[in-house]
């Protein structure tokens, strides 16, 4: 008798305005495929729910990743162990990252592509860090403060989302930078965490009615960085309040992923009028470096200066439920979702 493994494929698309939710996807069941010459099947422990996930639901394909196909397997970031293998570059048992189906079981081929097995560090100290401080949302955080907005000491900084990935970590080297930090975040609970376990030094509420009043309180002068991972009408707000040369370093828009018309949309007429420098990346252009950076986070993170913040749901069958979750801003740190069975391996 064959062993079978649940996968999670996409019952139907998540049209442009509606909300993602666990009724979008559907568990099925499939007999685990015998790895041929050159393969090897993974284990995945820990997958990465990201916001970039929304945008590939509703079919758009003016993105970096292939959309999600109705019918197929979901995909996303995880890290999984080898557990069979016929390629001597993939060896029994040690750990990999690549970008997986949802699934209990995964075969693969090694690839020299962004997307395909990459070794992960066998002295990591937990192997969901490679999809948090070490990964794209790590790095994202270390190049958009470090090298694109070259943060200085003495500055003001605002960052939106700043209790999630990407923001707990840019909130944390803008700190090690010397920088004054106003972090925005919803709940309270979560501006506890930025103050109180950051060290942050001002959390507010973003959709608080007064926030304007609240930040012109705090930076009478403007900020002198916004790092903006959200966009839409709270990027306007802040950047309304900015005076040259101040500038904004936008790493994402999640305020906009739902929307395919807004989407990416920014209005630049505060960036026109205040005479604002509006700079976009992502850490792929800066890729050569990605080895150096990782090791500067590691001292980091070995010396405090840097706390990894996780939020984990356990077993595959959370995952669209942590999706949903994600764009609820139920998420402090990075969203993971622990294979059930496997948590214990993770910590
Ligand atoms: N360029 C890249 O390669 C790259 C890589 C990683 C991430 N990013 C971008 O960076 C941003 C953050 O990503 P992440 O992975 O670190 O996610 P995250 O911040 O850990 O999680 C998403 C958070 O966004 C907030 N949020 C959700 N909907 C919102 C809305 N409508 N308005 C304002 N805030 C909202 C919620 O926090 P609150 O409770 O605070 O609302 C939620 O917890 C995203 O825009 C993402 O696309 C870009």
Redesign the pocket.
């Known amino acids: 008798m064959s062993r079978s493994y649940r996968t999670i494929i996409l019952k139907k698309s998540v049209p442009s305005g509606q909300t993602v939710s666990p009724d979008h996807f559907e568990t099925r069941i499939l007999p685990i495929p015998k790895i041929v010459e050159g393969e090897a099947l993974l284990r995945p422990l820990a997958f990465s729910v990201?916001?970039?996930q929304r945008t590939l639901l509703s079919g758009a394909t003016d993105t970096m990743l292939p959309p999600y196909v109705v019918g197929r397997p979901m995909f996303g970031s995880a890290v999984a162990r080898v557990i069979e293998t016929r390629t001597p570059d993939l060896t029994i048992g040690s750990l990999v990252q690549g970008w997986f189906d949802w699934a209990d079981y995964v075969v693969t081929r090694p690839s020299k592509d962004d997307m395909g097995p990459t070794p992960i560090d066998p002295q990591i100290e937990k192997p969901s860090y490679a999809l948090n401080v070490y990964g794209?949302?790590g790095l994202?955080a270390y190049f958009g403060m470090i090298e694109v907005a070259q943060v200085q000491r003495g500055e003001t900084v605002v960052i939106?989302?700043a209790?999630?990935?990407?923001?707990s970590i840019a909130s944390q080297i803008a700190k090690i930078r010397g920088a004054k930090v106003i972090g925005?975040?919803?709940?309270q609970a979560?501006r506890e965490v930025l103050t109180g376990q950051l060290g942050l030094d001002y959390a507010l509420d973003?959709r608080a009615e007064d926030f304007a009043d609240q930040l012109r309180s705090i930076a009478p002068n403007g900020p002198d960085l916004y790092f903006d991972?959200?966009g839409?009408q709270?990027s306007q707000t802040i950047m309304q309040q900015m005076r040259r040369p101040a500038r904004v370093v936008e790493?994402?828009?999640?305020?906009t992923y739902a929307d395919d018309e807004k989407a990416w949309t920014v209005n630049i007429t505060h960036i026109h009028m205040n005479g604002l420098r509006f700079e976009g990346y992502?850490?792929?252009l800066f890729i050569d470096q990605w080895p150096k950076a990782v090791q500067e986070l590691q001292e980091w993170v070995n010396s405090g200066a840097i706390q990894p913040l996780e939020t984990e749901m356990i077993g595959l069958e959370s995952l669209p439920r942590a999706l949903e979750a994600?764009?609820e801003?139920?998420?402090t740190?990075?969203?993971v979702v622990l294979a059930e069975g496997d948590e214990q391996l993770m910590h």
């Open positions: 990201d916001p970039c794209i949302t994202t939106s989302s209790a999630g990935s990407t923001g925005l975040t919803s709940t979560k973003y991972a959200v839409g709270l790493v994402g828009q999640i305020s992502q850490p792929l994600l764009f801003g139920q998420n740190g990075k969203m």
